[in-house]
């Protein structure tokens, strides 16, 4: 090609757009703002309502009140105060003993999704319904019908435990047993929301994994054991991060089972954090006390959860 062929080549011209092609959108400047009015009612709900009672609560525990509510900055005093009392170390195993003792409904719930799952089984769905009935009940009748049940001298549990030649004990006036008793409950109200989480996850295993694996000679546990539990761990991990949130805030069961200090001895070697917030915030009246109670359970559930999220990637199934 000489040097005029050169000069006379037409660059090719742009390829059009086919009539079949959608039509490109141009962005508009303004396009984000529509974004911040659909977000923002949220982001602002959860400003007032979430983050400044975290941001004020942190203030308040640096603070002592008196009597007429005054403030005056106590540094971190409160905090000293908190770390050097037997009873927070009390509080805190108590809630520590509660949330092992309902976490042993985590497989409990597994086991009972599984039987649900099961192909053929008739009246699944009331099944379902009654397991979680007890999750979405009242504490305060939860805890009147388990009062009975509890009873030293004619509960059912002590009646169930005369039959094999045990004596019982006074369940909730007992220290250390009182604990025990509210946990007990915790976790047969806490098994339903579970397994309803659990049952969903199972939905969601493929059918065919277990067809090949029947085909291979697999039984019903090696099943289990290799497809069910490894693809579960998932809702697992979910149901473990909300059951243990929920017990550590611990505190509407306890109430409405053990009463108050002035009607239950035990109460004092039985409180929970949440409890032991309470008692020092709405009983003592020591504001700036329970706001640094407050702050520490903030603490702690929030490491634990990290914990949590740093431990999954050991044992949760990912894609």
Known sequence: MTLAE?????????????????????????????????????????????????????????????????????????????????????????????????????????????????PGLRFAAVYRVLFFLPYVAMPTAIAFVWRIIFNGDFGLVNYALGLVGIQGPYWISTPGFAIVAVAIVGLWSSVGFSMIVLAAGLKTIPPELYEAAALDGASRWRQFRSITAPLLTPSIFFVTIVTVIACFQLFDLLYAILGTTSTNASLPRSMSLVYYFYQAGFVNNEKGFAAAVAMVIFVIIGLVTLLQFRLQKRWVHSD
Do not use: C, K, M
């Not at 709900?45 to 979430?50: D, L, Q």
């Not at 603070?63 to 927070?88: H, K």
């Not at 809630?95 to 003792?101: D, K, P, Q, V």
């Not at 042993?104 to 039987?115: D, I, Q, R, T, W």
């Open 6 to 118: 050169r000069r006379t080549v037409v660059p090719p011209a742009p390829a059009r757009a086919g009539r079949g092609d959608p039509p490109r959108r141009r962005s508009r400047p303004h396009d984000g703002w529509w974004a911040l009015v659909f977000v923002g009612p949220l982001v602002l709900g959860i400003a007032v309502f979430y983050l400044w009672p975290i941001v004020q609560t942190a203030g308040f525990s640096f603070t002592s009140f008196g009597v007429f509510g005054d403030a005056t900055f106590a540094g971190v005093e409160n905090y000293l105060r908190l770390f050097s009392e037997p009873e927070f170390y009390l509080s805190l195993g108590n809630t520590l003993l509660y949330t092992a003792i309902v976490l042993l409904g985590v497989p409990l719930a597994v086991l009972l999704a599984s039987l649900l799952n099961l």
